[in-house]
């Protein structure tokens, strides 16, 4: 079962940046921990992340709002696992969260010996499911598409 692992808590001062808003070093710190609690969930392992593609921005989070952090798995390979990260916010006042930012963080699994590990494979089935599974599949030949354009540049 896919169930999406979720986070809550309020952001506090300490996320800060210098215009009064959450920092976005914060929040991609939050993608990161959802992310891996997620991957290591599905992959009962330790996991290593190779790839954060994407990360969305919307609307920024503010001092003091309630912070909803939703990862699940959308595609596993032999041993990678791509996890949809959405982070959401709401005031306390207010019952209904707003998406604030997206991303795609690729996971693989790691053996005792530090080497790549199999994963459970994710099988899509609700039609969302079998959606989401295709934008990992589409956001893959992208990821080709940029590795080729930056090799001169590594």
Known sequence: MNSPLIFQFISEPSDVNYGGKVHGGSV????????????????SRYCVTVYVGGIRFYQPIKIGQIVKVEAHVIYTGST????????????????????????????VAMDDDNKPALVPKWIPVTEEEKLQEEYAKRLMGHRKQIEEEMKPFL
């Open 80 to 107: 990678s696992m791509h996890i949809a990260i959405d982070v959401f916010a709401r005031d306390l006042k207010s019952p209904a969260f707003e998406k604030k930012t997206h991303c795609i963080i690729v996971f």
């Open 28 to 43: 991609m710190k939050w993608i990161d921990q959802a992310g891996y609690a997620c991957a290591s969930t599905w992959s």
